[in-house]
């Protein structure tokens, strides 16, 4: 902006497009200190419960093991230099000297990237113990996985998009525990082996290990295809994006749904490789001891180390969380990278698009999708029908009756009602601090806070709980419920504030963009704010139930004594064969209550407000 100074009237020349009415008055002082008092618990909780534990265990084990650490941060500094080169790759030709100088430092810096990323992954591998690269490995080809099970569901989606109904098996899964899950394919396998499971202890591992593969299919692919579902419609409502979708010839549809769904695709794989590299509830839960040794992934092997170190002596643990921590870390930087800008549409069609259950098809025809959603319907339900019969009937050599053992059990109210207490003051947490940041950052345009707000999404668990625990520990708050409340709500803050963030965000000169900056009229701030409730809802849905389905932060924050309902039963899997009716009661019971809430929330408020954002 351009100022000019004439006899102490000061005028000044915008450098664009001014909107929004005048607001006379001097500047609000107190108006500023207020904002920033709003915005401070979230980012003191985020500083205190994330940030600062993991610095400390960055700390710890780059003492404990020096090279480990360097390899790491080589990791760390080539892939972000292959970032920033990919993000500025070239798209000129090579027809003058500056251009040729440029393609030269282009590919030096290419050459650096790779180079670092590789020696550090050397270094890296060297440093681990031999025992603990099993791990590593188990946990890579569970990566490997979420990237199979984003392309099946993107595949699933397609064909399935118009079938009436289909959504609500599809998202059932999800609304399970993995740990539940575990137990369920568990049952499973004692039902068809008649629990004699297998001779060999190489045929039990690998029973185990498809147990695993099934349990977390099970939980996942049903969700994803859902939200594919969702992001497809949308595009085939979009009057600019659907003649982009269906235009030219039908063989490349594949190519071209693929690059309008690819922003969907890297924030779904983002998430269930996030998953992937932290599966630990469906190890402990379906997995008996002797074998998660074997099975286990790299959140197993530490949850192990950690278990065994001294309040004086964790530097093995803390070095062992940095390797996972760097990989993630990267793969969040390369996803985010890839989410493009939502484009500007055109208006919303008048009336909504028929569905296909009402469109006069051909007998013939419409049988294969009323067959695909019986199929969907018996994977969906089959698991959950397992829990069901060992609940009334027991497993083999095993007594019936596990649900009205449980029901006058006062150790599962009291776990549920623990859990409840839990839940529900950390859910208010996180939508209450969440939303003065996202509004901020929405309209500050803040280009830094959104890969560091990713890196704090996908920072492993135990890159703080280690920490946390120790402190909590020597506090004398281990056992109690205060600090299980306030490390949920911190870890469920950063990806909060990003869903809040990109539902407040608006293209510029606008009304919409305007009320971020409160300089539009009262209506249209108040229907801004309304526009965004799907996206609150959204946020408030999935923190209650991630933390009514959590086990790993109970178990390392409140221990077992505080006992949430998963760390109830996950003392009855300790005599599985003796208890399995009073598990799959529990389990069954545990999973009312997210189940219901998953079902009524899904269509009016967790779609639109995770894929859909929020418009005027």
């Known amino acids: 902006m351009y100022t000019v100074d004439s006899n102490g009237l000061e005028l000044a020349l915008a450098t664009r497009r001014l909107s929004g009415p005048l607001v006379p008055g001097r500047h609000p002082h107190i108006e500023v200190v207020v904002n920033y008092l709003v915005r401070a618990p979230a980012l003191v909780l985020m500083g205190l419960l994330l940030v600062a534990p993991a610095l400390y265990t960055v700390g710890l084990g780059a003492r404990t093991h020096p090279w480990l650490a360097l390899g790491c941060w080589l990791q760390l500094l080539g892939g972000g230099a292959l970032l920033i080169v990919d993000r500025r790759r070239l798209r000129t030709g090579m027809q003058s000297l500056p251009s040729v100088f440029a393609f030269t430092v282009w590919a030096f810096a290419a050459a650096l990237g790779f180079a670092s990323l590789t020696v550090g992954s ?3 591998w060297r440093q681990l113990p031999r025992a603990s690269r099993s791990a590593y490995l188990h946990t890579a080809g569970w990566v490997a996985l979420a990237l199979v ?3 099946v569901a993107l595949v699933l989606a397609w064909p399935s998009r118009r079938l009436p109904w289909l959504w609500w098996p599809f998202i059932v899964p999800f609304g399970v525990s993995a740990f539940t899950s575990g137990i ?3 049952l499973i396998l004692e039902t068809v082996t008649r629990g004699r499971y297998f001779s060999g202890v190489a045929a039990e591992r690998y029973a185990f290990e498809a147990v695993l593969v099934a349990a977390f299919v099970w939980t996942w692919l049903g969700l ?3 939200l594919f579902r969702a992001a497809i419609l949308a595009i085939e409502d979009d009057p600019v994006r659907a003649p982009e979708l269906t235009g030219g010839p039908r063989w490349l549809i594949p190519l071209r749904l693929w690059t309008q769904v690819r922003p969907v695709a890297s924030v779904a794989f983002l998430v269930v490789a996030v998953a992937a590299a932290r599966v630990f509830d469906a190890v402990l839960g379906a997995v008996p001891r002797s074998l998660q040794h074997d099975v286990g992934t790299a959140t197993v092997e530490w949850w192990r180390l950690n278990s065994a170190c001294e309040s004086n002596s964790c530097g093995e643990a803390a070095a062992y969380a940095l390797p996972l921590t760097a990989a993630l870390v990267l793969a969040a930087l390369f996803a985010q ?4 800008v939502r484009r500007p549409s055109g208006p919303r069609p008048l009336r909504p698009r028929s569905s296909a259950w009402r469109e006069h098809l051909p007998a013939w025809r419409a049988v294969p999708r009323w067959l695909l959603v019986g199929v969907a319907v018996l994977v969906v339900l089959s698991p959950i029908a397992e829990l069901v019969y060992v609940a009334l009937h027991g497993t083999a050599g095993t007594n019936a009756g596990g649900i009205h053992a449980v029901a006058i059990d006062p150790a599962l109210r009291a776990a549920l009602r623990t859990t409840l207490i839990v839940a529900v003051p ?8 969440a939303l003065p940041v996202a509004h901020w950052l929405a309209a500050a345009r803040v280009r830094i806070a959104v890969p560091c707000l990713v890196i704090l999404t996908v920072l492993p668990a135990q890159m703080y709980l280690g920490a946390l625990q120790r402190v909590i520990g020597s506090s004398g708050w281990f056992g109690t419920l205060v600090p299980l409340i306030f490390t949920h709500a ?7 504030i990003l869903v809040l963030r990109g539902a407040l965000l608006a293209p510029a000169y606008t009304p919409a963009a305007d009320a971020l900056y409160g300089l539009a009229s009262l209506h249209t701030i108040v229907a801004r704010l309304g526009a965004v409730v799907p996206a609150v809802v959204a946020v408030a849905v999935l923190e209650f139930i991630q933390v009514w389905n959590d086990f790993f932060i109970g178990l ?5 004594g505080g006992s949430p309902w998963s760390l109830l039963l996950w003392g009855y899997t300790r005599q599985f064969d003796e208890s399995s009716a009073q598990l799959a009661s529990g389990a069954l019971i545990s999973a009312v209550v997210p189940l219901a809430l998953l079902l009524v929330c899904w269509r009016r408020w967790l779609v639109p407000g995770l894929a859909g954002g929020a418009r005027i």
């Open 149 to 151: 099970l984003v392309g």
């Open 224 to 226: 994803l295809v859902g």
């Open 122 to 124: 050397m270094m890296v």
């Open 337 to 340: 990278d890839r989410i493009t």
């Open 490 to 496: 911190a870890a469920g803050l950063p990806v909060a």
């Open 556 to 560: 390392l924050v409140n221990g077992t």
């Open 184 to 186: 369920a394919f568990r």
């Open 426 to 433: 950390a859910t208010v947490m996180v939508v209450a601090f």
